[in-house]
């Protein structure tokens, strides 16, 4: 319990090293959630906000549902949000350890003949760099999904397809997939330096696939990757 490990702290002479522990914990988790809420709300109310003003139609299942979520809408704009936003801001609490390795690292040891990365780098910034890619491109994920949901309740997004959908609700979501493509292309760059950590009852590190097969696909679909964010997002 927190009691009993801030006495054990405390009994060594040491508590400032927990409550400081705690302290980042409940940063991480303040920022963290904070994003992520912002982000859901954000992208909720975006669509909400350009939805087609258009005569609803009580009898299309869609609109009845609408109709009916409208007067706890604001509720559920907040209520839906906040529910993600716990989950990840307690998620980010407990990696204040690849916080804490990742800020006070310092360069050092052999370079890597491959990829020319110190050992500090695989050790501290690397594990730091994959997490964060992972929570922000699962922001983005739950961002545009409740995007997406809110401009097809309302009508922004057609069923047949998203060229028959509202030019500002094509343009929002192109935005989303951009950003999740971009953000893939940041995974598949930290993914070909994981390959040099690798390790089985043969070999550690780089075997000959990984040097001629693996990390140019890796780099391959890094470029393509960039460049298909970038299309969406012009």
Known sequence: SFWADYQWFSSLGRSGVYTRQMGLKVLLFVVVAAIAFVSVWAAATAAYRVRPTVVRDARHPLDSIADALEQTR??????????FALVMGLTASTHWRLYLLWRNATPGGALDPQFGRPTSFYMFTLPFYTWVVGTVMAIVVVAGL????????YGGLRAAGVRTSAPRARAQLMFFLGAFTLLKAWSYWLDKFWLATKSDSLITGLRYTDVHALAPAKNMLTYIAIATGVLFLV
Request: aromatic share 12%; hydrophobic share 65%; no cysteine.
């Open 74 to 83: 604001r509720l559920l704009f907040i209520v839906i949000p906040a529910l």
């Open 146 to 153: 409740a995007n997406a949901g809110v401009h097809y309740l």
